[in-house]
Every structure is written in C-alpha cells, then in structure tokens.
C-alpha cells in the first residue's frame, strides 16, 4: 500500500513548462496618395517560457521574456522597434496555504546597439550588456496560482553595470562600471480572462532605493492582452510604461499592435 502511494506521488507533474512563440508582422505602402505616407515593413519576434515547479514545500517559478523587432522605413534604412532580455527566477519555501519564504533574482539587458533617431546623425543610446540590472533579495510571497501572485521583498539589492562607454550614466557615477542600490522591491503577476478568446496580462515592478532617491519610486509596468483567432493566430496588443529617472528624465512608453502566428505548448515533467 505504502509503495502504492509513494509510486502515484512519484507520478505527479512536479514541472509545468509553458512556451510561447509569436511572430507579427506589419506592412504598409502608398502610391500617389494624397494625404503622403512612407512605405514600409515591420516584424517583432516574441519568445516566453514560464517554468514552474512544485514539490512538497517547494514552489520556484522562472520566466524567460525576449523579444526583438526591426521595421524597415523606406528612405531611412533599419530601425530597431523591440529589443528586451528579461529573465525572472522566484524562490519559495510554502509557510501557510497562500504565503511562502522567498528569494527573488531578475536579470534585464538588450541584445543590440540602441539609437536615438531623433538627432542627425543618430546617437548611440546603449548596447548589450549596457545597461544591465542584476536584482535579487529576500521577501515573502503571496501566490494564489500561476496566474495570480504577488512578492514584497524590503532589502533588495540591485547592480547596474554599463561598459566604459557608457560610464557616467544609468545612475553609474563618471569613471565606474557598477552602481549598487538597496531598496525595497514589489512585482506582481495577474493574468485572466476578459471574455471568451481575450486574455489580459499584467505584470509590475516598483522598487525604491534606500540609499538615493529617498521616496523616489521606479515602475515598470506591462499590459499585454492576446486575441485568439484560431491555434495559431493571435493579436497581440502591449503596452508598456517605464519610470526611471536613471535611465531617462521622461516616461518611457511603449506600445505594440499587430496579427501574427503564434505557437504555445504546455509540458509536465515529474522528474
């Protein structure tokens, strides 16, 4: 009987793996049209895996957010429209049926050279690795599901590292390659159903530093809402708002519409 019930727990998905891969694509073009209008083309490329696992006290969630997009703007070449490395590990030990003991790492950076448009000839803004934000500490972690948590973490430490280039800027004082700040951090998850086929996403982070800036508050806040068509075509819309006096003295936005092909999977492993 024992080895009955030790074989079915043995037999319980302890991972849960769910991919996403989505490509939109827009395009326009005008011929001898009134009101003017540039041709041009546009792709974004969007890669997500949540990795969960779950064994007797033990809950560790993983999300891997990447993507990149280029358009291409006739008469103006290349210009890059997305470009987001952003990997988030969150550690829990399970203290009562909501509430667990956690530990948070977040890991943000870019693949490519970024460019202000705006100034001729154009300037270079940043590039991988500069800047890059290493955040991690201790908290506590609310979790009702997957789709539905939150973490408070009161001694968060967080690293901004640039290269020489870039020395001077992002919160790094001139001739320094790291900044280091202790704060206090909160992220939080929610995912639901609008109506049948549209799903919103909301996912935030605020964190405020201890040691400058005292009561200035940094936000990053994403919403991200999927239109089913069919298995594998979706709208996506994104809407993503930045406040960070570090990185810039303005609210960064960013906003994203488009149809595309998308492919998800979902996988249990009970090893």
Do not use: C
């Not at 009134?34 to 997500?48: D, F, K, M, R, T």
């Not at 290269?163 to 909160?186: C, I, P, Y």
């Not at 996506?236 to 149809?259: A, C, E, P, V």
């Amino acid at each position: 009987m024992i080895s009955q019930e030790k074989k079915e727990n043995d037999s319980i998905p302890k991972w849960k793996i769910h991919g996403r891969f989505a490509f939109i694509f827009n395009q326009s073009s005008f011929s001898n049209w009134a009101s003017g209008g540039e041709n041009s083309v546009a792709g974004n490329l969007n890669i997500n895996y949540d990795f969960n696992y779950k064994k007797d006290n033990i809950n560790w969630d993983s999300r891997i957010i990447t993507s990149y997009g280029l358009s291409y703007i006739e008469g103006k070449g290349y210009r890059k429209t997305d470009d987001r490395i952003d990997l988030n590990s969150l550690l829990g030990y399970k203290i009562s049926k909501y509430w667990f003991f956690s530990f948070i790492t977040t890991f943000k950076t870019q693949y490519t050279n970024g460019y202000n448009y705006k100034v001729e000839p154009e300037e270079l803004v940043s590039k991988f690795l500069s800047p890059a934000y290493l955040t991690f500490g201790p908290g506590l972690l609310w979790k009702k599901s997957d789709d539905f948590n939150f973490n408070i973490a009161p001694a968060t430490g967080r690293f901004t590292l640039v290269d020489d280039l870039f020395s001077g800027q992002f919160g790094v004082d001139e001739g320094r390659n790291t900044a280091f700040a202790l704060g206090f951090n909160f992220s939080g998850y929610y995912k639901f159903s609008i109506m049948e086929n549209i799903v919103m996403e909301n996912i935030l982070t605020l964190y405020t530093d201890y040691l400058a800036n005292v009561g200035n508050i940094d936000v990053d806040y994403q919403i991200n809402v999927h239109f089913k068509v069919n298995t594998h075509i979706k709208m996506q819309m994104t809407f993503h708002t930045i406040i960070d006096d570090n990185s810039s003295s303005k609210i960064q936005f960013r906003q994203l519409f488009g149809l595309g092909l998308n492919y998800s999977f979902h996988e249990k492993v009970s090893y």
